[in-house]
């Protein structure tokens, strides 16, 4: 496990693209969850549906949302200290990140990720059956953040800065689900 305090400066200040913090949400009874991730510059959201809260549905999970992201705009993925990420080394080895873990009870090492989660109870308050959600239904939540324009963007959206972000790293495609 490598700790937030070993990992690069340049993940801190924001300046460079394909850092990602993320975390599960979980539903009615801790029965039910789903993966977020979220990219540190352009706070791009994306979601995955976990089956359970378990670390093969996180390896899944996680592991295919990062690798629909263009490879150079997946550097590193920087999370809390939950059992559900006990498989990191294999996500690193399937995706190709490299993966930090924060301190023990230290959400603000990840202040992206918690304050989207707060903004994703907008659509899934607390208690709410998580498993009741398809992945198409979520990808339209993270659609629907990602296209909200954001005071810290010049209120540009985080699909704008992340476009702009593929367009000068001369990829042709855009952020997939």
Known sequence: MVSI????????????????????????????????????????VLLAKMEDATAASALAGFSAKLNSIPEPLRQSFTYDQ??????????????????????????WQRGTCENTNGLLRQYLPKGTDLSVYSQDELDAIADSLNGRPRATHAFHSPFEVFAATLASAGQSQSAKH
């Open 5 to 44: 305090h070993v990992r690069p400066p340049e993940i801190e200040d924001r300046l460079l693209p394909g850092h990602w913090e993320g975390d599960f949400i979980k539903g009615a009874s801790n029965q039910s969850s789903v993966g977020v991730l979220v990219e540190r510059t352009s706070r791009l």
């Open 82 to 107: 939950g059992k559900e990420l006990a498989r990191h080394q294999e996500l690193a080895a399937a995706t190709g990140v490299s993966v930090y873990f924060c301190d023990p009870h230290s959400p």
